[in-house]
């Protein structure tokens, strides 16, 4: 079987297609969804790098695929997704990120103050992905405000969770590592 070109050429205009086959506009609010979908599943890539052999990946990674998830159904239209049968984020998946934090938070001193962002590269790389879901939560609230269909509270409900478990893990691979965390102290001139 020959091998698919990278590059098709129908986005040169500015255009690109749903998976439905409908073209937009690449500037279309849909579009720069999940093009943050996509950017938030890169950096959890790049946090993944950054951990050694002893930290098990496979739930990271199950996260990635549940973004792929979230994604797809990002690029399609909401009458046509049943059409194309697309993964659905559930609610068991949720419940296992809260099991995950669950976990971890039972590992780590209690917060007394706010902490800066920082620490080991992977654990500041999981506080970028926070930030990150938290930009990504906000955009599809703001979609859900102006096509309340498109967006599911399921997927709000999964991201939400999901910034809330790159706070918790940041703090655990910090922790793992012995690296101290930096609270934050007010700047008063």
């Known amino acids: ?23 937009i506009k690449k500037s279309q609010e849909r579009i720069a969804l999940y093009g943050e979908c996509d950017e938030l599943n890169s950096f959890i890539g790049v946090a993944i790098s950054f951990l ?20 797809s ?9 049943s059409t194309y049968k697309l993964p659905q984020v559930n609610d068991t998946f949720i419940k296992s ?35 990150i879901c938290r930009r990504l939560e906000r955009s599809l609230v703001a979609f859900q405000d102006t096509q309340p269909k498109e967006i599911n509270d399921i997927d709000l409900k999964f991201i ?16 793992q590592l012995k690296i101290q965390e930096t609270n934050w102290v007010a700047n008063l001139n």
Do not use: W
């Open 1 to 23: 079987m020959k091998k698919a070109a990278v590059y098709t050429r129908t986005g040169d205009n500015g255009t690109t297609s749903l998976v439905s086959g409908t073209r």
């Open 52 to 71: 050694d052999d002893s930290f098990d990946k496979q739930f990271l990674q199950q996260i990635q695929s549940s973004l792929f998830d979230l994604g």
């Open 73 to 81: 159904n990002l690029a399609c239209e909401f009458e046509k997704r």
């Open 97 to 131: 990120i809260e099991l995950e934090i669950d976990k971890m938070d039972a590992n780590l001193p209690a917060l007394r103050n706010f902490i800066l962002p920082g620490g080991s590269q992977a654990a500041s790389t999981f506080h970028v992905c926070r930030t």
């Open 160 to 175: 939400n969770r999901l910034s809330d478990y790159f706070f918790i893990l940041a703090r655990f691979v910090n922790n």
